[in-house]
């Protein structure tokens, strides 16, 4: 992967392009503007990601709750685990990140 090319970066990802910005248990969405990432020091576009719009925000807190009360019934060792995978998937694509 190349640091300087914003596709392969964006593919590393598991990104677009164009992406939306809005995830919720249903799924992703984005029914707002659209926002355009541009590397500063080229000026040049990364990516677009569409915003939330005021719908998408309340679906979003609904799912949040929801996922909220399913999360505290999970017991604290599955929890862990889930928070040292998510860590993990940082530290595998610290690279891309970082870029």
Known sequence: M?????AAILAALGLAADNDGVWTID???GGG???ESVNP?????IAKVRAASEADYERVVASAQAAAHAWREV???KRGEAVRLLAQAL????????S
């Open 75 to 77: 017991p604290a060792p």
């Open 33 to 35: 503007a659209v926002l």
């Open 2 to 6: 190349s640091h300087h090319d914003p």
């Open 91 to 98: 530290r595998d694509n610290k690279d891309a990140l970082g």
């Open 27 to 29: 799924g992703r969405s």
């Open 41 to 45: 020091s080229t000026g040049q576009p």
